[in-house]
């Protein structure tokens, strides 16, 4: 198991950014592929973005493409989230994901190790 640890949520206005990052304390994350999902109340969890191992593939959700950037620096043992053009649909806690597993890292059903969340709001 890993400890995942998000942070870069906060407030902001439409149109505005955010970049999350994911870290994992004393546990190298370059064996994993990684994900970011989101959750708004009364819903269901919410596939964003994932990320390969290397970094050599990535994949969106519908909502985000074109707005949202996931990436990787193995050397610092960080993922990210860049979040352009954000609009008030997108308020929810975000949590980064991380999984062994090479294929249906769009789904959440590989994750075995989950971040406690950060908030973000985003105002109209």
């Known amino acids: 198991q890993v400890q995942l640890v998000e942070s870069g949520g906060g407030l902001v206005q439409t149109g505005g950014s955010l970049r999350l990052s994911c870290t994992a304390n004393?546990?190298?994350?370059?064996?994993?592929?990684m994900g970011w999902f989101c959750q708004a109340p009364g819903k269901e969890r919410e596939f964003v973005a994932a990320?390969?191992?290397?970094?050599?593939?990535?994949y969106y959700g519908d909502s985000v493409k074109g707005r949202f950037t996931i990436s990787r620096d193995n050397a610092k043992n960080t993922v990210y989230l860049q979040m352009n053009s954000l609009k008030p649909e997108d308020t929810a806690v975000y949590y980064c994901a991380a999984t062994k597993a090479y294929s249906g890292i769009y789904y959440p059903t590989p994750y075995d190790n989950w971040g406690q969340g950060t908030q973000v709001t985003v105002s109209s």
């Open positions: 990320i390969s191992r290397s970094g050599g593939s990535t």
């Open positions: 004393g546990r190298s994350l370059s064996a994993y592929s």
